[in-house]
DNA sequence: TCCGGCTTGGGAAATTTGCCCGAGCTGCAA
DNA sequence: TTGCAGCTCGGGCAAATTTCCCAAGCCGGA
């Protein structure tokens, strides 16, 4: 790995809008001690340009198209485990940030950082700090006192279904996926509903595509 | 207004990440004739900040917290019909790109497009024309070859209630806000539903959120 | 003028929801 | 070991919603 203090701190950058990661490109050369050694634009080559550059750093953002960026993290860190992940997105759901955790991240960035924010997390994750911005410190502080996220409270059946309802399933398509009874997926989605204090389907939906676990 | 080929194309950036801008700007500054002359991060401020510099070119994300990017389009050329705004998403769905031309849109670019593709958007823009990112002319080209997308075929009524149906609106609330009878509400909610063919609520949401109708 | 489409709602049958219940199972703790 | 708690699974039943069908007013275009 090379040497954070001498020669400066290296990047992945993993985003897959090429402007978008041009642009983050010149924010983190302009710094001076940081440096993209290679960009990636999916998740499948994020790991094969980890393994050829080794950078300090990966900077990921998880919300792209094709494999989960969660995935990605536990792929990277699964063979690799001394990498060093920083997220980097516009969700701010606490199930979410601490799934990416969980799934190995060092540290959580939302873009609505200040820029100076997100370029001494990126300096903090490569002294191995971990390291997130300040409204996700809120988020999670807010989510650690109200006892946990809204997820936490289902079980894993009620995930499974939540999952399905979420992308589109109809209740029957449910019931013969998971082989239940029609009234039992209809008595899970209304539990569901009470749990998560959901009024209607459609914030149904939203709740769990928020939480990562439905992309739209 | 400057003279573009004198002294440059001016740029507002709008969009509601600051790193986002950030990068952005430096982007359109490496090309020597891009001058990024304000940012603005929320559709209210745009308009004052477009007044305040006049700039050649707004390059706007329309999916933006608070009011919809197509309101700001529409605010903007209303009072400035000179205005060049050149729209920059990730969205890319037919319906979006057709009424941001319609609310007054000189451009479309998806943020997937090269960044050399972004900045020529750009000056075509400025010079006058109508520009598009390759991805969006296909599917502009698909869309009026396949008869249209499926929010075509909804009525303005029938979108307003998609919208808020999908915001996680319940049917009282959408005919408490519209001034409706909760049956007319349902009726439409069925009339929706048998228009684009969902079969669920949750797939009528994710509709409603590819089509950049509502954001999760 | 007439046609077609949008908007607004009524009606009635079919279905789903909301909420209650019980039973089997598992893990954990006293 | 017993017992409790929580998850899973489904029945029951009244209330609500959905699903269709229909009608009437309005407006713009042929």
Known sequence: ??????????????????????????VLESQGDLHVVAEADNAADAYGAFKTHDPDVVMMDISMPGASGLEAIRNIRARSPRARILVFTMHNEAVLVKAAFNAGASGFVTKSSAPSAVVNAIRGVARGERAMSDDIAHVLA??????????????????????????????????????????TVQNYHYLIKTKTGARTDAQLVRLAASCGLTRI
Chains 1, 2 share one sequence.
């Open 1 to 26: 790995m090379s040497e954070v203090a001498a020669t400066g701190i290296s990047v992945l950058l993993v985003d897959d809008h090429p402007i978008v990661r041009q642009g983050y490109r010149r």
């Open 142 to 183: 807010e989510d650690s006192l109200s006892a946990g996220s809204v997820l936490d409270q289902l079980g894993e059946r009620e995930i499974e279904i939540l999952r399905q309802f979420a992308g589109g399933a109809t209740t029957e398509q449910i019931a013969a996926q998971l082989n239940l009874s029609v009234k």
